[in-house]
């Protein structure tokens, strides 16, 4: 079974642009490995909270301009 687990900073995307995420994710694997993996293809999306990871030794908040608007 072919999994992608993606983490992403929490509200950054709309529910919509998470569907496209799993919609592309799950062709990539059909792609790959034929249409005999869709039905076990699994892609999670997590949300990360603000401050629950950082980069370059900070501690990472989404501005608020980059925030998905619902």
Same mark, same amino acid.
């Given at each position: 079974?072919?999994?992608?687990?993606?983490? /992403?900073?929490?509200?950054?995307?709309?529910?919509?642009?998470?569907?496209? /995420?799993?919609?592309r994710?799950?062709?990539?694997?059909?792609?790959?490995?034929?249409?005999?993996?869709?039905?076990?293809?699994?892609?999670? /999306?997590?949300?990360?909270?603000?401050?629950?990871?950082?980069?370059?030794?900070?501690?990472?908040?989404?501005?608020?301009?980059?925030?998905?608007?619902?």
């Amino acid at each position: 079974m072919p999994f992608a687990n993606i983490k /992403i900073p929490e509200a950054a995307l709309t529910g919509a642009q998470k569907a496209e /995420i799993v919609h592309r994710v799950t062709a990539m694997f059909v792609d790959d490995f034929g249409e005999a993996a869709r039905p076990h293809a699994m892609v999670l /999306i997590e949300e990360v909270a603000d401050g629950g990871y950082g980069r370059a030794d900070e501690v990472f908040v989404v501005p608020e301009a980059y925030r998905a608007k619902t």
